[in-house]
């Protein structure tokens, strides 16, 4: 696993290209093959990661290929990196289809204008016939270095010491840094990123639904909200009318989140996803909505007027089963190697050490009292810039100016929240 910051705009693509001619190699297939793991690839704006899942006893091999392979001694092929260019360019136009991460896609790229951290995964389609074999050398050379790595070994690993010596001796021979008149990555990628409070509309007639997506402003990875964030996302919670809404077994508001009981008496609304996507400095709160069009002004104010109340008042038996879902979770996904892996990963290359379970567990249960969440929920998301992107059918909302006034004010509860505000 690797952290760096996107490549710059000029070269944009060359994180995925890369990634992508290193896992397709006949090198490391046949290693795969050998091994007969499960391969898992993950990639976001500052990490990529790959993950395989193997028999206790082939650590050792699998450290050995990972190092083979991701090391700067690999060589890259011209003929192969022409074959890639083309699976990149189709897998730009296949993730259009994707509602949910093109409305994200839109989000960060509004969220974060003129910063690399606004360009989308894949990169830009039109750039990618245009990269050379150097792009990626001198990408790799710049980002794949020892102190933006990360090797996480996790299960019950046969001959565990002799295993850490080799990981240690492969890594060590890995750079670790790199001097900044060498620096391939563009200077605004070195800068911290910052919210622009814009809205971006995406209109397309032709889609039978209508996609949202707020992004409030967050501190980086392991900042001292950090946890509060994990927790203020399961009191949101997701939603899906499948699961949630009136067709359900259960009446709507019988279900395990306040925003269940609204979304329920709402059959034009489909889907609700909230996501707290922090990175090393900077990061998104954000919410999705998905919904027939005839809702959507209602649409681009629900996260928020989901939210907002919470800053004032929030039921503690919501708090409760909202800290029994992130033990849930921290339970369950120690047991899946993939998600506790990565979670293993981003804790080294973001805070520098583990932060276990017992340690989350004993902070979320730390905030979780209703006084407290919404005292902590009115400094984050009371009264606060916000950036938005719209996907899909907008004839309802084209016409209308919403963030000179509405959208600001969609961040205020009332004029209670006011007064006490000024009184303190």
């Not at 991701?70 to 509602?99: M, N």
């Not at 509004?110 to 074999?133: A, I, Y």
């Not at 996803?273 to 400095?281: K, V």
């Amino acid at each position: 696993m690797s952290g760096s910051r996107f490549d710059s705009a000029e070269t944009s693509g060359t994180s995925a290209l890369l990634l992508q001619m290193l896992v397709r190699s006949e090198e490391f297939r046949s290693g795969v093959a050998k091994l007969g793991a499960k391969v898992h690839i993950h990639a976001d704006r500052e990490i990529q990661g790959v993950t395989l899942a193997i028999f206790n006893d082939q650590a050792q091999e699998a450290v050995s290929l990972l190092n083979k392979v991701f090391s700067r001694d690999h060589k890259l092929s011209e003929t192969g990196l022409e074959a890639e260019k083309e699976v990149l360019h189709r897998r730009g136009l296949e993730l259009q289809r994707d509602q949910l991460e093109q409305t994200f896609s839109s989000l960060y790229e509004t969220s974060f204008e003129d910063h690399t951290m606004s360009l989308p995964l894949l990169g830009f389609r039109d750039n990618v016939s245009n990269l050379t074999l150097q792009d990626l050398e001198k990408h790799r050379d710049n980002t794949f270095l020892g102190s933006r790595m990360a090797l996480v070994i996790s299960g019950n690993v046969s001959n565990a010491d002799a295993t850490l010596q080799k990981a240690q001796d492969l890594m060590s021979a890995i750079p670790s840094e790199q001097t900044l008149s060498n620096n391939y990555l563009n200077s605004v990628s070195l800068e911290k990123p910052y919210l622009t409070s814009t809205i971006m509309a995406v209109r397309d007639d032709e889609m039978a639904n209508l996609n949202v997506s707020v992004g409030y402003y967050t501190e980086g990875y392991g900042s001292e909200n950090h946890f509060f964030y994990q927790l203020m996302q399961e009191i949101v919670g997701d939603y899906n009318a499948n699961d949630n809404g009136s067709a359900h077994v259960n009446s709507s508001d019988r279900q395990y989140n306040g925003s269940h009981g609204l979304l329920g008496q709402c059959p034009g609304i489909d889907l609700m996803s909230i996501r707290y996507q922090p990175f090393s400095d900077a990061g998104l709160f954000t919410g999705y909505v998905h919904g027939n069009e005839i809702w959507a002004e209602s649409m681009i104010y629900l996260v928020q007027s989901i939210i907002t109340p919470i800053t004032y008042d929030v039921n503690q038996a919501e708090v409760y089963r909202a800290r029994a879902r992130v033990f849930n979770n921290l339970l369950a996904n120690s047991r899946v190697s993939v998600v506790n892996n990565l979670s293993i990963g981003r804790d080294l290359l973001y805070v520098g050490r583990r932060i276990g379970r017992n340690e989350t567990a004993r902070r979320i249960s730390a905030i979780s009292e209703s006084e407290h969440v919404s005292k902590r929920a009115k400094l984050l998301f009371y009264d606060k810039d916000i950036s938005m992107a719209t996907y899909g059918p907008q004839h309802a909302i084209d016409g209308i100016n919403y963030y000179d006034r509405h959208m600001r004010k969609s961040t205020l509860y009332s004029s209670m929240i006011s007064t006490q505000l000024m009184a303190s």
